[in-house]
């Protein structure tokens, strides 16, 4: 009996502290709700990811032309036919997004000190807009590159600062139907986010198909162009939205409303400072080990994996197969992750537990279905494998939000987008080509990239018992004026 009254004060203080915080937020709020702002952001994503699928498509990627013996010549189709490009410069094109990507993301987040975050989203899909209109009247090889470089600065705003964005406006409380206790939307909110990854992916390679069957390839950067516009437009017409620990507006000004808190200044020593106390922090620095070795698998499994599949398991329809898993399991896996860690009480500890223990069991499954000669055995247990896999999304990107106070967020988001490309995605292809190339044998070489899921998993298990504290409601600057609001931080009227 007194377990389970205990646990009825728990749900009655939950839901007092809910009431507080419903009566903190204000009458009559914005139009543009919680739930829209997730809702734009998610298309935003969704579009990033379809331009990466787009072109890698055959339909807009293209290949080269080819001559029989005979003498009777083919011309080439898409970027690679029309540009003439070697193997090599498609591979560099596919991945030079990520050199904009890469230098503009700490240098958005740090921006956002001064700036207005909303606005610097405005500004980088501004960019992201001019780059992939540029991509579509490119010339040649060089062209090309630079506007896809332009492509990944665009980019770079967005992936610092919409996390926060989410973070800061998903609901804080939802009661479960029981009415015995709590859970928090936050993971399942950043969890939709992230969703929009695979199913990008898988939408731009059928979008990249379609219009490359029908239109010239140019035509497929142009329809990005098109579906992204209005959404930089929405950046620079909306009323300036406040991220928690920034309080300029878009005119540079303090804001007498709604602060929690004023930052006094900021300049390049303070980013220095700023990426000091990220460094020395044991709970970020151990998650993002932990995301690099996860996504140094990932990375690879996405170029390689067809290969692989089709080598190991004769698949004839191995672009298919593979993509298709990726999708579905992207898509219930993240979503998954999500709302389990909400079920389980979204803290970092909790975060840790979950990653290492589906990413464990994951990898147990990935790595057993490669020992399997039967096709239609390694795609079952792949399947689940991957189902668990990707639900660390929510709960990685959980901890890099919360283990840091609110103005590091964006450089924390940055750093993390920094860290799991150039240490991950990016050398993994490469070096498991050069494993394939020594051993020549694809089961070896899955097994052995498979395996270092084993290691992400010990590393987000010790995380678990670092000393973890949720620094969501701390004060965002040591020398900042705090003041007193009734008001919600972000959404609210003018």
């Not at 332009?150 to 009415?179: C, K, M, R, W, Y």
């Amino acid at each position: 009996m007194d377990v389970v009254d205990g646990g009825v004060d728990r749900g009655q203080n939950r839901r007092a502290t809910m009431e507080r915080d419903s009566d903190d937020k204000i009458a009559d709020p914005s139009w543009f709700s919680p739930k829209k702002l997730l809702f734009v952001f998610c298309v935003v994503n969704l579009i990033n990811y379809i331009d990466r699928g787009a072109i890698a498509s055959n339909g807009v990627n293209g290949s080269l032309g080819t001559c029989t013996s005979t003498g009777t010549c083919s011309s080439g189709s898409g970027i690679q036919g029309d540009f003439n490009l070697s193997n090599f410069q498609d591979g560099v094109l596919s991945s030079a997004f990520m050199v904009g990507l890469l230098v503009a993301s700490p240098i958005f987040a740090s921006v956002a000190k001064s700036v207005n975050p909303f606005r610097l989203i405005g500004i980088g899909l501004s960019i992201w807009t001019l780059a992939v209109i540029g991509c579509g009247l490119s010339f040649d090889f060089w062209s090309i590159t630079f506007c896809r470089m332009f492509v990944g600065v665009g980019e770079a705003s967005f992936v610092s600062l919409a996390a926060p964005f989410i973070d800061d406006n998903a609901p804080h409380a939802q009661v479960a139907t029981s009415g015995m206790y709590m859970f928090t939307a936050k993971s399942a909110w950043l969890a939709m986010f992230y969703m929009c990854i695979p199913t990008g992916y898988a939408l731009g390679y059928v979008y990249g198909g379609l219009v490359g069957s029908v239109l010239p390839w140019r035509a497929a950067f142009w329809g990005e162009a098109i579906l992204m516009l209005p959404f930089a437009v929405l950046g620079f017409v909306i009323k300036p939205l406040h991220l928690k620990g920034f309080a300029p507006d878009d005119k540079g000004k303090n804001r007498t409303d709604n602060l929690n808190v004023l930052p006094t200044g900021y300049g390049f020593s303070a980013v220095l400072k700023d990426l000091k106390l990220l460094l020395v922090d044991k709970v970020y620095v151990t998650n993002i080990l932990g995301y690099i070795a996860y996504n140094f698998v990932l990375g690879a499994y996405s170029y390689w994996g067809p290969k692989a599949g089709y080598n190991i398991y004769k698949m004839e329809n191995a672009d298919m197969i593979f993509g298709g898993i990726t999708v579905i399991c992207g898509i219930v896996g993240t979503l998954s992750g999500g709302v389990v860690l909400d079920f389980m009480d979204a803290t970092i500890s909790n975060a840790f537990k979950l990653l290492s223990v589906s990413t464990f069991i994951g990898g147990l499954f990935c790595f057993a279905a490669f020992c399997f000669k039967s096709m239609y055995a390694f795609l079952a247990l792949f399947a689940v494998g991957e189902l668990l896999v990707f639900a660390t999304q929510g709960p990685v990107n959980f901890i890099v939000l919360h283990c840091v106070k609110p103005s590091l967020r964006p450089l924390a988001m940055a750093m993390s987008t920094v860290s799991i490309h150039i240490f991950g995605d990016v050398p993994s292809s490469p070096l498991v080509g050069v494993l394939q190339d020594y051993v020549h044998n694809w089961r070896v070489t899955a097994l052995v990239l498979t395996f270092v899921l084993f290691p992400a998993a010990a590393i987000w298990f010790i995380g678990i018992f670092l000393n973890s504290v949720d620094r969501y409601n701390e004060d965002s600057e040591p020398d900042a004026v705090t003041r007193e609001s009734a008001v919600a931080p972000l959404l609210e009227e003018a």
